[in-house]
């Protein structure tokens, strides 16, 4: 069990996924026994229309009598391009396994949460994917 801090918010027990699944947007999350919901201890990103659950570094949505595996789309507010941030940003610590960010996944790669932004490691540097939304929940 791991303690994160996303943004000044307390996160206790989550983990996540050090690589990133196959491309399954909207497919059922198959023998999935966590119930998801209020106070699940699982952080919320905003996503499209809708909250989904960041468990694991998937993002899970619960749709009727199943969840679905949901992925934050590419797109004009989360480019996956190149956007090199300043190094001084980056300067106390490098993203990695034990950085205490959580990771999400962002179109064919995975991104870590850093002050409600996405930041994916790039070589030397980490590019700035945008702004997500995210919330505590437990």
């Not at 002050?115 to 945008?130: A, E, F, Q, T």
Request: charged share 20%; hydrophobic share 35%; proline share 4%.
């Amino acid at each position: 069990m791991r303690t994160l801090i996303v943004s000044g918010l307390l996160f206790a027990g989550l983990s996540a996924c050090a690589v990133a699944p196959k491309d399954h947007a909207a497919e059922v999350h198959q023998d999935h026994a966590h119930v998801h919901g209020d106070g699940c201890g699982h952080a919320r990103v905003w996503h499209n229309d809708h909250w989904d659950y960041l468990h694991d570094g998937h993002l899970h949505f619960v749709h009727g009598d199943h969840v679905d595996e949901h992925v934050l789309d590419v797109s004009e507010t989360n480019p996956d391009g190149e956007a090199p941030m300043d190094p001084a940003a980056h300067a106390d610590h490098m993203h990695g396994a034990d950085d205490g960010h959580l990771m999400i996944r962002h179109g064919d790669h995975m991104d870590y949460i850093h002050d409600g932004h996405l930041h994916h490691v790039h070589g030397d540097h980490v590019d700035d994917h945008g702004p997500v939304t995210i919330e505590a929940n437990g």
